[in-house]
């Protein structure tokens, strides 16, 4: 629900954290921080402009959408490295895929 104020259109912190997926307490931290744009704080109330927001919103999205796309790109590469004996890779506890370069055995030396 937006909140028409001094000519503008506003949405509350509730409904950012609502739309965006992110925690209350992380959609006001980002706020203090400027992270998140047209936050404004009315007295002891924190809004967001919705055009602004709105602006913000979309340019994440795209740079999510660039990192997921290169992380997808680095994945694969690490799977041909992988397949090539350059690494090793395992499951963790959380589904997670992890990638390793085995550290090399120290080959022992001869003192002349």
Not at 13 to 22: H, I, K, P, R
Not at 76 to 83: A, D, S, V, W, Y
Not at 88 to 110: A, F, H, I, M
């Given at each position: 629900?937006?909140?028409?104020?001094?000519?503008?259109?506003?949405?509350?912190?509730?409904?950012?954290?609502?739309?965006?997926?992110?925690?209350?307490t992380?959609?006001?931290?980002?706020?203090?921080?400027?992270?998140?744009?047209?936050?404004?704080?009315?007295?002891?109330?924190?809004?967001?402009?919705?055009?602004?927001?709105?602006e913000?919103?979309?340019?994440?999205?795209?740079?999510?959408?660039?990192?997921?796309?290169?992380?997808?790109?680095?994945q694969?590469?690490?799977?041909?490295?992988?397949?090539k004996?350059f690494?090793?890779?395992?499951?963790?506890?959380?589904?997670?895929?992890?990638?390793?370069?085995?550290?090399?055995?120290?080959?022992?030396?001869?003192?002349?």
């Open positions: 629900m937006t909140i028409s104020k001094w000519g503008r259109e506003f949405i509350s912190a509730q409904e950012v954290s609502d739309y965006t997926g992110l925690d209350l992380t959609v006001y931290q980002m706020a203090r921080s400027g992270e998140i744009l047209g936050a404004v704080w009315n007295e002891t109330t924190l809004l967001f402009e919705l055009e602004e927001f709105e913000w919103f979309e340019q994440s999205l795209y740079y999510a959408v660039k990192v997921d796309g290169l992380l997808r790109e680095l694969g590469l690490l799977r041909t490295l992988e397949e004996g690494c090793t890779s395992y499951v963790d506890s959380d589904g997670e895929q992890l990638w390793y370069v085995p550290t090399p055995k120290p080959t022992p030396r001869t003192l002349h």
